[in-house]
C-alpha cells in the first residue's frame, strides 16, 4: 500500500494564480483531511470529508474548496492565491472519527 | 477560550535518559488524545491514542498517560536514543461539545543528545 499520497510536492504561485493539490489514499478509509502547518505552529484543519459527496469545513476553510468524487480522491482547490496561503499543507485519512490518521508527505506551497 | 500547550518548544536530554513530555489543555472534553511524530520535511506519523478512561498506555519505550482532572497528558520516551530527535505533537477532540475533529498542538522538538 502506498497509504496517503500528495501531488505536487513543491510549488510556487504569482498572487492571483490558482491551483489544486492533489490527495489519494489506498486504505479505503471513508475519513479525509486537509491540513496546513506554518512555521512554528500547530497544524490547522481546512477541511475534511467523512466519506464520498460529504465535505465539510474546519478551522481555517477561507480561501480554499475541495470536493470528494470518490473513496480515494480529496483535491484541494486553492482560488486566487494570497501570500496568506504560503504553508505546507498536509492530507490525511482515517478510517473513522477517533481513530489514528495517516498523513502524507505533504506540498510546500510559497506564494509570490 | 481553548488552548493546546505543549510544555516547551525544545526539549534537550542526555541519551539513555527518560524525556518527558507535556500536553495541558483548557476548554476541550476530549474523548481521546492522540501523539504524534513528526520529522522535519515529512508529514507526522501516529504514535499512541490513549481513551479518556484510561489512565495509562504503553508500546515499547514509550508511555502515555492521561489525567482528564488535571487536563493533562504526559508522554514518555525511557532509554532515549538520538534516533528519537523529532518533533512530537499532542491532538485532541472535543467530543463533550459535539467536535469530533483533532486540534493539534504546536509540538515539542525533542533532541537527544549522544
Known amino acids: 500500500n502506498a497509504g496517503v499520497t500528495q501531488t505536487p510536492k513543491f510549488r510556487i504561485l504569482k498572487i492571483g494564480q490558482s491551483m489544486t493539490l492533489q490527495c489519494t489514499q489506498d486504505?479505503?478509509?471513508?475519513?479525509m483531511y486537509w491540513y496546513r502547518q506554518d512555521p512554528g505552529m500547530g497544524l490547522k484543519l481546512i477541511y475534511y470529508?467523512?466519506?464520498?459527496?460529504?465535505?465539510d469545513k474546519g478551522e481555517v476553510p477561507n480561501g480554499y474548496n475541495v470536493s470528494r468524487s470518490t473513496t480515494e480522491d480529496f483535491p484541494l482547490r486553492l482560488e486566487l492565491a494570497a501570500p496568506s496561503q504560503t504553508s505546507v499543507y498536509f492530507c490525511?485519512?482515517?478510517?473513522?472519527?477517533?481513530?489514528?490518521?495517516?498523513f502524507g508527505p505533504g506540498t510546500r506551497l510559497t506564494v509570490l | 477560550s481553548q488552548k493546546i500547550e505543549q510544555n516547551s518548544e525544545a526539549l534537550n536530554i542526555q541519551e539513555g535518559k527518560t524525556a518527558t513530555l507535556t500536553c495541558n489543555y483548557t476548554?476541550?472534553?476530549?474523548?481521546?488524545l492522540q501523539w504524534y511524530r513528526q520529522d522535519p520535511g515529512r508529514g507526522p506519523v501516529f504514535l499512541l491514542l490513549?481513551?479518556?478512561?484510561?489512565k495509562e498506555k504503553r508500546k515499547e519505550r514509550l508511555k502515555v498517560t492521561f489525567d482528564t482532572t488535571l487536563k493533562q497528558s504526559l508522554f514518555h520516551i525511557t532509554a532515549s536514543q538520538p534516533a528519537d530527535s523529532a518533533t512530537y505533537l499532542c491532538?485532541?477532540?472535543?467530543?463533550?461539545?459535539?467536535?469530533?475533529?483533532?486540534?493539534f498542538g504546536k509540538g515539542t522538538k525533542l533532541s537527544v543528545i549522544p
Open positions: 490513549i481513551r479518556e478512561n484510561e
Open positions: 491532538a485532541l477532540d472535543d467530543s463533550g461539545a459535539g467536535s469530533y475533529q483533532l486540534t
Open positions: 470529508s467523512v466519506g464520498a459527496g460529504i465535505t
Open positions: 486504505m479505503n478509509h471513508n475519513y
Open positions: 490525511a485519512s482515517s478510517y473513522s472519527r477517533g481513530n489514528e490518521q495517516f
Open positions: 476548554n476541550y472534553s476530549p474523548a481521546y
